[in-house]
């Protein structure tokens, strides 16, 4: 399989953690989580997506995790909007099949702009994982569409394990941070005003 000008695939751990800081992609502060959780780190990708080179770098590297889970034949890749349109394009693009994305109709993930066949064997690709909720509400939109879901696959699992995902789910990176409740969250966070960077609802 040809990536063009991406040399190294496998990725480390620590290699991915470290694009991300390169772009300034892992912040700081009293974040509001799109999960809704709380938490003192966000991972801004979209500065990471600013950058083809590291997000093919990135990607690249993702599809060959996909290869090596030997899911079989793969018709589709998913990504569920905003967040996951990107690197599911550019995990297609490595995995040399199509992709399409969902995106939100009254509240709801549907396939607004695609036609699925039924029995249509899907991976979906979503940028980071907290919870698992995007990826869970994406299966459930694809199963109406009689698709099979082969699994899930991410750039970074936030929950390092821990988030049910409803399917296997396939990460380059796990990138464990605090993630809290509303009506848990420590002192020293609660000190420093909320900001709400993430994109559900779009």
Not at 130 to 158: F, H, M, N, P, W
Request: glycine fraction near 8%.
């Amino acid at each position: 399989m040809d990536s063009g000008s991406v040399q190294k695939k496998s990725m480390t751990r620590d290699e991915v953690l470290d694009v991300f800081r390169q772009c300034g992609a892992i912040l700081e502060g009293h974040f509001i989580l799109t999960s809704g959780l709380r938490s003192p780190t966000f991972i801004q990708k979209a500065r990471v997506f600013m950058h083809a080179d590291k997000t093919e770098l990135l990607c690249a590297a993702l599809a060959d995790k996909i290869i090596a889970a030997d899911l079989g034949k793969i018709d589709l890749v998913v990504g569920p909007a905003v967040g996951g349109i990107i690197p599911a394009y550019e995990v297609s693009r490595h995995l040399k099949i199509p992709n399409v994305w969902v995106e939100r109709q009254d509240g709801k993930f549907r396939l607004r702009r695609f036609e699925m066949t039924p029995g249509a064997r899907v991976v979906i690709v979503e940028d980071i994982v907290t919870t698992g909720l995007s990826i869970r509400e994406t299966i459930a939109s694809l199963k109406e569409l009689g698709a099979d879901v082969l699994a899930a696959a991410c750039l970074i699992d936030r929950s390092a394990g821990k988030a049910d995902v409803g399917t296997k789910l396939i990460a380059l990176a796990e990138y464990e941070v605090p993630a809290y409740k509303a009506e848990d969250i420590p002192p020293e966070l609660a000190a420093i005003p909320p900001v709400k960077p993430g994109s559900r609802g779009l």
